[in-house]
């Protein structure tokens, strides 16, 4: 079928020089790595450049004395850099967002730093006067030339990463196995936003020849027989598998390229790895990876972990409720006639029913006919205040009561009517296991996409939700709530 004389390893290493081509998780891992060093580095440096100016030397002690702002920043910088998403590999790879947030998280560190040292309370920066002002130059020049430098640093430091790791010559090359729907949508995904990281060379027909000359601007490079050559002609880095059934044969041809160091995978885990989504429509008979199947002898003490989050989340934000709501409710009773409460059935953990309660954004009796409508971005229904409460997500804050009586989680799927539910079940393979866990206030498929107004839109939340269901766990839910804050605090709220 293929030359396995193509798979010598002395002819390869003659033939095929190094390349840098990492893989998603390598890249992310040196990202993070070279944060680290560099947040160190400014940190350290700045105080051995005031030491060395005031005629002290950099010491334990010193980093002691300092150890509240140089923990500020030491900690916040990294804390930022997750928050603002600067390890998704798409915005990475692109200057502008990058150097932005870089500029902006500085921006903050400032303004935490002021907060912190300045502003909290009397007594603080009183006590602090005369640590702070001592040496030549005063100590919070240190600080100051920490979070400057770190700018800095971060902004040369990502810059040389999108020009030496996103250059032509350290790009994945990638040749996917399969013609079908499966393989067409990974390209796309590729393409439109993983072209720096990966070149995909073409594709091979799971058949015995091909069928089709290309699909879309990628070549089909021939039939299963030509896997062989295509591998060692194309110098392929991955093969990824987007077909559905494969033989002995091919397997043995697989395991033969695997042998000689190329990376052999299943195309939803390359989708999930480049998304952060399940691929329910493409996993085919691997159905195993869009389920959560792992067992885990944390999951009590996990479970016991996050039902003590959602308490003292939900005590917090009802604290919260009570301030604002005299606000709110009148603000709603000026805007429009009705209720200032909504209240909803959905559908929660194992399918039990349950009444939400909301602040009304919509108009009063926004659905006259009784049929249950979908809620769009720019719905008319919505009134001016409850587009504003809508951007900032103060309409879902009532719901911190079902999260305290249990009904639902700070974090998890959002909870849908029974209406909808009925109907997408029957049309969305694995749409039921999102009721394996209890909905949500917010979630992963919240912060990462709009409004499900249609069945297209309701599956590509599901593909978010399955990635959480897969992955979730007490850190996970953490980064959903701090990404959830940032998304308040821009005014982003779906």
Not at 20 to 34: A, H, P, Y
Not at 42 to 67: C, N, Y
Not at 382 to 393: A, F, N
């Amino acid at each position: 079928m293929s030359r396995r004389v193509a798979f010598n390893p002395a002819s390869r290493s003659q033939e095929m020089p190094f390349h840098l081509r990492l893989e998603i998780s390598e890249r992310r891992l040196l990202l993070r790595l070279g944060d680290l060093v560099l947040t160190a580095v400014a940190v350290l440096g700045s105080l051995w450049i005031w030491a060395r100016l005031a005629g002290r030397s950099l010491d334990i002690a010193l980093i002691r004395e300092q150890i509240a702002w140089v923990a500020l920043i030491g900690m916040g910088w990294p804390l930022w850099l997750m928050l603002a998403d600067m390890y998704n590999l798409r915005l990475v790879a692109r200057v502008g967002p990058s150097l932005r947030r870089i500029f902006l998280g500085g921006l903050v560190l400032l303004f935490g730093y002021l907060l912190f040292f300045f502003v909290q309370s009397r007594a603080l920066v009183t006590g602090m006067l005369s640590t702070i002002e001592t040496g030549s130059p005063p100590l919070r020049f240190a600080p100051m030339l920490a979070i400057a430098g770190l700018i800095m640093l971060m902004s040369v430091w990502r810059l040389m990463y999108i020009r030496v790791l996103g250059a032509p010559h350290a790009r994945r090359r990638l040749l996917i196995l399969g013609t079908g729907q499966a393989g067409s949508a990974l390209s796309h995904v590729i393409l439109k936003g993983h072209s720096p990281y990966y070149e995909i060379v073409g594709f091979v027909d799971d058949s015995s020849e091909a069928r089709r000359e290309q699909i879309g601007s990628i070549p089909v490079l021939g039939g299963i027989a030509r896997l062989g050559d295509v591998v060692w002609e194309q110098r392929v880095d991955e093969i990824v598998i987007a077909s559905g059934e494969v033989s002995g044969e091919v397997l043995q041809l697989l395991m033969d390229c695997y042998e000689q160091g190329v990376a052999i995978t299943p195309m939803p885990l390359l989708y999930e790895r480049l998304t952060g989504k399940i691929a329910v429509e493409h996993v085919g008979s691997q159905w195993y990876v869009a389920l959560p199947l792992q067992s885990r002898p944390t999951r009590t003490a996990e479970a016991l972990l996050k039902r003590l989050l959602d308490v003292a989340g939900s005590l917090a934000l009802m604290a919260l409720l009570a301030f604002l709501l005299p606000f709110i409710a009148l603000a709603i009773r000026l805007d429009s006639p009705g209720p200032v409460f909504h209240r909803q059935r959905r559908v929660g953990w194992r399918g039990k029913p349950f009444t939400v309660l909301k602040f009304r954004s919509m108009i009063h009796d926004a659905e006259p006919d009784g049929e249950a409508q979908w809620a769009a971005k720019d719905d008319p229904r919505v009134t001016r205040v409850g587009r504003l409460l809508r951007r900032t997500r103060l309409d879902e804050l009532p719901q911190a009561l079902n999260v305290l009586r249990g009904e639902m989680s700070l974090v998890g799927p959002r909870p849908e009517r029974p209406e909808f539910v009925e109907q997408l079940q029957q049309v969305i393979p694995f749409y039921r296991v999102r009721l394996a866990v209890r909905p949500g206030l917010t979630g992963w498929a919240q912060i990462n996409h709009d409004y499900a107004d249609s069945v297209d839109a309701a599956l590509t939340k599901l593909q978010y939700d399955l990635y959480y269901l897969k992955y979730q766990s007490f850190w996970f839910d953490m980064l959903i709530l701090a990404r959830t804050v940032h998304v308040v605090l821009r005014m982003k709220g779906r």
